[in-house]
């Protein structure tokens, strides 16, 4: 059964690899090839979920240890996988997802001369993903870390023409790098304390360390996170990554790879169980960017990114949840689960709409398109249901169940944390329900795009509307079936831990308050978009508003506080380098040269000036020999 | 009589020379100076051999004598051949010697 | 005597360099040929090399030693031998240059069309010279008598000066005759800089030669005696002395590695010489200067390589940084490789100087993936700029939609070079991090600083070059050729290796490096916390 776990991984790789060498050959089977190795994938996931279902709770966990990768004396870093509850709940979302995505992509970049490159990319990206959640430690999941960064790198530069897309991508990755940093760094740290950095032994011997060394690995996994996952304050590239192709963005920046820093936390729940001052930090992070991306959701006429927005803040949820202990993990990473589904499904109700429209991305040009598009309105208005937390749809039974544990931190904290979680669930059924009627109601403010053509919606081919369906299925079903019997919570408590904080509101009066939180969201919204006719050109706004369409002015920050003095930096390092380093090397040669010249002067080529140094030097010769004498 | 005395007109007629080749231009003249050093020291030689009683600073005056009249030989085929090419015979205006 | 297996390795180079000069003007394509087989034969004794070294737990530090009288007065012997670090070296050194030759095959050609009517060979030269500082390399590598290490070491100059000099590629931006003047300003620059480290460590091996008759009776160049003397008690320097001694050695190597502020002959001579030759620079020769800081200034010099360490390992950070900072600055292809060299030299340095087996081991590795790595991304370079005739970044765009393999080759040489995981570059960076971060957290921290840098000058570079619309010139860019694809995708494929599966690497390295931390008295430093579960085992 574990040699299973090492073709789960093995699977999609093995596809990048054959789809980027096999060249031009495989451009008519490459799609398929790919969904095949996707779907591989996900039937070997299933089969091993099976069989720990077939075990108790605490004997959920498979290991395989493949080979010894890097041992130079006491450092033993090995390519080995851990297969238990966390992380078959992230194999069963990713290979599940991904699979569907793969299949949606068939239509989607049907008419794309480089599809067979845009599926070795989605395949290597399943691949590292994979690697990531099954790693059995930090070193080897670094590698999957970086993995996805890469595909992801390569994704939304997939349309490497457009210099915006070139321009994302790179940025995609370097805010990454920023974040890997703190990977890096918590990595070196858990190997000068611990010794090494498999999961097990770290994990377990975390309570062995002081305090301060668990709050800087803490501290440096949040940052990491931070990268990954688009929180603040490494949010700035996630809004950009908008330029890559649309099943991209519902797979990796929505569905999965965003979500990895919450699962680094969970993973390393230990450490941060002990050191609550790097805790406390998570969930100021989280609920700083909860608010963040919700503003930034409500402000953005481009759909995807406003859904990029909305992505923000739903993992903001997770990792303030994440950063409560205990409390919260179960649920994290519940809410990551029904959100990778409502999300992907949202997002590839969007991608409909866009391949529907010329490819044009601004709602103020929708309009109406329910009609037009029978099936991607249902999907998507199931979705949007769940996201905005309508009762007894996934989104509701996650949501919930972290603003309850927000409340159970109890005291001010507690009363801070649930008031501006209530504040976010409002927040995110007023921006979703502006999507929705945006896009799906009142009437059409079409127009033709760049080269005039006319937009003529239509409904999707059936590679890309089955995936809709099934993903509008889990958005639905998901947390009812999560929550019945608590089988979710049941699954997760041996790895993650489980307790039931003292909240000083009750379950039920938790849900009410967020229902009507959500009723008074989807109301202003439609009262500011429903009612009246939405302007085909934006209102100006006021300062708020104007801010939070260049998205709370994140990148005026970076550029005024990084780009432009790194700028400054390199080019006066390079005139330093060439003025002074290099000038110092030139000007002793310069000075030898110049002292040489000098010199020369003296060979003047007059016989009679060597004739008097000739008698000079023998006369001070005699001289000095007859001094030495009297001497 | 005191040898000294024939060594102070060495020194004298070597000195004569000397700023002979110094400060005359004209390659003739300037030769001759030379010649006239190189006798300076001749005489210079021969007073040391009869002070010492010895023959050695007479072998040195004849071998003196010898490498002089090579010179002469040597040196006047220049200055002619220079005079030949360039009309003059100044050394200040063969000032090629150099890099 | 057993077959003297490392005087074959060198020396089939060095015959093969005689006999492709040999060949008469008319004949260039057998030239180029027979300088691939006699390298292709280099690789065939370097694996010898590789097979026949011993990594059992009780085999000798140096193996396949050599040892015959050369210059009796002196003590001067002909001593050959290698240990784990010196037998990878070797191998890297011989594999690498049947990829040059083939990326240079036409390198010469340009030199030829000038030469047209004069009596030089410069294809024949040209493959010769590089043969010869194969030959040269792989001598100073096996060398362990101190004077035969010193003769390579200042006598590859010599054909790196020729080669850097008379043959390089178009700027774009000069005329032939600036051109020719900035170049032979780089090859004058080379020889000066290295001449004058090299005769400062002449100075410090004669010191330490008299030093050594001083205390031992007979003065010796030889390594192992000298290492063997230090360990009995036998050779003990006085503190000065040895600290002038390390000095000297020191900055000889600092020179050629190069760190900061020793740098600037780099990019000058990289810049202006082909693509192949860069890669010979930075890749094998310059490798040659960190190898023997390991090698000669830890091994002799014990005591002032733990006094020098602080000055050393800032001087390592400078160049990680700075070398980054500068690479991001550069308008010049090549000059930009040239820089983040730099950079990844600091890293080298670091780890040498970090005292811990990681480090070192890490920086073994990283000689290595530096050298792939680097190799993969010039020669790409290269094969770019000889379709365009220019170096300039600004020159280029677009460039994946003409030439998508090319493009994709360049980015992966790219991604090996800011060590993404899963290519070999990474394996030792983190080995090289861990080893600094164990003993000397902040210097750790700081050069984690440069995996961002890195990121940002390669795909800056990769973005201006092959991203965004087509640039004016380059519509009919033709993608790389079978003979450049065949150079570059089995380096690419090496480095995928190197980073999946190191192991073999580290198993020849590993005890190499446990003799020299022995040899400056160091040992790892202990974790703050033994976890339990270790602990009751």
């Known amino acids: 059964m574990e040699s299973l776990i090492g073709l789960l991984v093995g699977a999609p790789l093995l596809g990048a690899a054959l789809l980027l060498v096999g060249g031009r050959r495989l451009d008519r089977v490459g799609h398929w090839l790919a969904t095949a190795l996707a779907a591989t994938s996900f039937v070997l996931a299933a089969v091993l979920f099976s069989d720990l279902l077939d075990r108790e709770g605490e004997e959920r966990v498979l290991h395989e240890h493949l080979f010894s990768w890097v041992p130079v004396a006491d450092l033993r870093a090995d390519v080995a996988f851990q297969l238990d509850q966390l992380s078959m709940t992230f194999v069963l979302l990713i290979t599940s997802v991904g699979t569907l995505i793969h299949l949606y992509s068939i239509g989607y970049m049907a008419h794309d001369e480089r599809r067979r490159r845009f599926f070795a990319y989605l395949n290597l990206f399943l691949g590292a993903m994979l690697l990531l959640v099954l790693a059995d430690n930090y070193l080897l999941l670094y590698v999957g870390w970086e993995g996805v960064g890469l595909a992801s790198f390569l994704l939304i530069g997939f349309w490497q023409h457009k210099p915006s897309a070139a321009t994302a991508a790179k940025k995609a990755f370097i805010v990454n790098r920023v974040g890997d940093i703190g990977l890096s760094i918590a990595i070196l740290l858990m190997f000068t304390t611990f010794g090494t950095f498999a999961f097990e032994p770290v994990l377990d011997g975390a309570t062995g360390a002081s305090e301060a060394t668990l709050t800087g690995i803490g501290l440096m996994l949040l940052l990491a996170a931070c990268g990954k996952s688009a929180q603040v304050p490494l949010q700035s590239w996630l809004g950009d990554a908008m330029e890559g192709p649309t099943p991209v963005s519902a797979l990796i920046h929505a569905a999965t790879m965003v979500t990895a820093g919450v699962y680094l936390i969970t993973r390393s729940g230990a450490i941060f169980d002990a050191a609550p001052d790097a805790q406390t930090v998570v969930v100021v992070v989280g609920a700083v960017t909860l608010l963040f991306g919700a503003i930034v959701g409500c402000a953005k006429d481009d759909i995807k990114k406003a859904l990029a927005g909305s992505t923000m803040s739903q993992i903001g949820y997770m990792m303030l949840a994440a950063g409560l202990g205990p409390v919260g993990y179960v649920f994290a990473i519940m809410h990551l689960v029904t959100h990778g589904f409502f999300k992907a499904g949202l997002f590839l109700g969007a991608g409909s709409v866009m391949h529907a429209m010329n490819d044009e991305v601004d709602m103020r040009r929708y309009g109406g398109l329910r009609r037009h598009m029978p099936v991607t309105f249902v999907t998507f208005g199931l979705a949007y249901l769940a996201i905005i937390g309508f009762p007894y749809l996934s989104g509701f039974f996650s949501k919930d169940e972290i603003i309850y544990a927000g409340f159970a931190k109890g005291g001010t904290e507690g009363w801070i944390l649930g008031g501006v979680m209530l504040l976010g669930a409002a927040l995110t059924a007023y921006y979703m329900t502006r999507i929705m009627l945006m896009t799906f109601f009142g009437e059409k403010r079409w127009q033709p795009d760049a080269h005039g053509h006319e937009p003529h919606p239509h409904e999707a081919p059936l590679t890309m509307t089955i995936p809709m369906i099934v993903l509008a299925f889990g958005s639905v079903f998901a947390g009812f079936l999560f929550d019945s019997g608590e089988a979710f919570v049941h699954w997760l408590e041996p790895v993650t831990g489980l307790e039931h904080g003292d909240s000083p509101v009750g379950h039920g009066t938790v849900g009410l308050a967020a229902t009507a939180v959500m009723v008074v969201g989807v109301a202003g919204a439609w009262f500011q978009y429903g009612r009246r006719p939405v302007p085909a050109v934006a209102p100006t706004g006021r300062l708020l508003t104007r801010a939070a369409r260049r998205d709370l002015l994140q990148d005026d920050f970076n550029h005024a506080a990084f780009v432009t003095p790194g700028n400054y930096l390199t080019r006066g390092l390079v005139y330093l380098d060439h003025k002074l380093v290099d000038g110092l090397v030139n000007g002793t040669a310069a000075s030898f040269g110049g002292l040489s010249g000098r010199l020369r002067r003296v060979q003047n080529g007059f016989a009679r000036s060597y004739a008097v140094s000739m008698f000079g030097g023998a006369a001070l010769l005699i001289a000095a020999t007859l001094l030495m004498r009297a001497v | 009589m005191n040898p000294e005395n024939y060594l102070f007109l060495a020194a004298l007629l070597f000195t004569l020379g000397a700023s002979g080749v110094l400060l005359r231009r004209n390659a003739i003249v300037v030769f001759m100076c030379v010649e006239l050093m190189l006798n300076a020291s001749n005489l210079a030689l021969v007073t040391f051999s009869r002070m010492h009683g010895n023959l050695d600073g007479q072998i040195m005056a004849f071998f003196v004598m010898v490498v002089a009249a090579a010179e002469v030989v040597v040196g006047l085929a220049v200055i002619v051949t220079v005079y030949r090419s360039r009309h003059s015979a100044s050394v200040d205006d063969a000032s090629l010697m150099k890099l | ?537």
């Open chain 3, 1 to 537: 005597m057993s077959f003297p297996l490392l005087t074959a390795t060198a020396l089939t180079p060095a015959i093969g360099a005689i006999a492709t000069a040999a060949v008469p003007a008319a004949r260039r394509t057998a030239a180029k040929w027979l300088a691939l087989l006699f390298s292709l034969a280099t690789v065939g004794f370097a694996a010898a090399v590789l097979l026949r070294f011993d990594t059992g737990a009780g085999a000798d530090r140096f193996q396949l030693t050599e040892s015959r009288s050369w210059i009796e007065d002196f003590g001067v012997r002909y001593e050959l031998g290698v240990d784990g670090i010196g037998a990878v070296m070797i191998a890297l050194t011989a594999v690498l240059l049947p990829f040059l030759i083939g990326a240079g095959w036409n390198d010469a050609d340009e030199a030829e069309h000038e030469a047209a009517n004069r009596r030089w060979r410069p294809t024949q030269g040209f493959f010769a010279l590089m043969l010869m500082v194969e030959a040269m390399v792989i001598m100073s590598f096996a060398a362990t008598d101190i004077f035969l290490f010193y003769i390579f070491f200042e006598a590859m100059l010599i054909p790196m000066y020729f080669l850097v000099g008379g043959f390089g590629d178009r700027a774009g931006e000069l005329d032939e005759e600036g051109q020719s003047r900035q170049r032979s300003y780089a090859a004058v620059k080379f020889l000066l800089y290295n001449l004058a480290g090299g005769l400062i460590m002449l100075a410090a091996v004669i010191g330490l030669y008299v030093a050594t008759a001083d205390q031992l009776g007979t003065g010796t160049f030889s390594l192992q005696a000298i290492l063997q003397a230090r360990a009995s008690g036998e050779l003990d320097l006085a503190t000065g002395t040895e600290r002038w001694l390390f000095l000297g050695f020191f900055l000889a190597f600092a020179v050629k590695a190069p760190l900061w502020p020793l740098h600037t002959w780099l990019p000058n001579a990289m810049g202006e010489a082909t693509a192949p030759v860069a890669v010979l620079i930075t890749a094998v020769v310059d490798k040659v200067g960190t190898f023997a800081m390991l090698r000669f200034c830890l091994g002799l010099f014990p005591e002032a390589s733990d006094w020098a360490t602080p000055v050393v390992l800032v001087l390592a950070l400078i160049s990680i940084i700075y070398g980054a900072l500068l690479a991001l600055g550069q308008r010049d292809m090549k000059r930009l490789i040239a820089y983040a060299s730099v950079s990844h030299f600091g890293f080298i340095v670091l780890g040498v100087f970090a005292m811990t087996s990681q480090g070192q081991s890490g920086a073994t590795l990283y000689m290595i993936n530096h050298g792939i790595a680097t190799a993969a991304l010039m020669l790409v370079a290269g094969f770019l700029i000889s379709r365009r005739g220019s170096r300039l970044i600004a020159d280029y765009g677009g460039v994946q939609k003409t030439a998508p393999v090319l493009a994709g080759t360049f980015l992966i040489g790219g991604l090996a070079t800011l060590s993404l995981p899963g290519t070999g570059p990474f394996v030792s960076e983190f080995l090289v991090l861990v080893g600094t971060f164990s003993r000397y957290e902040t210097v750790g921290v700081i050069a984690c600083a440069g995996i961002v840098l890195a990121a940002l000058y390669v795909l800056v570079l990769y973005q201006r070059t092959m991203t965004g619309p087509v640039k004016a010139g380059l519509e009919k860019l033709p993608d790389l050729r079978v003979r450049e694809l065949a150079g570059g995708a089995p380096l690419i494929g090496l480095l995928i290796f190197l980073g999946v599966y190191p192991k073999p690497l580290t198993d020849i390295v590993n005890p190499a490096v446990e003799h020299t931390l022995s040899d400056v008295d160091q040992t790892d430093p202990a974790p703050h916390v033994v976890p339990e579960v270790e602990a009751a085992e």
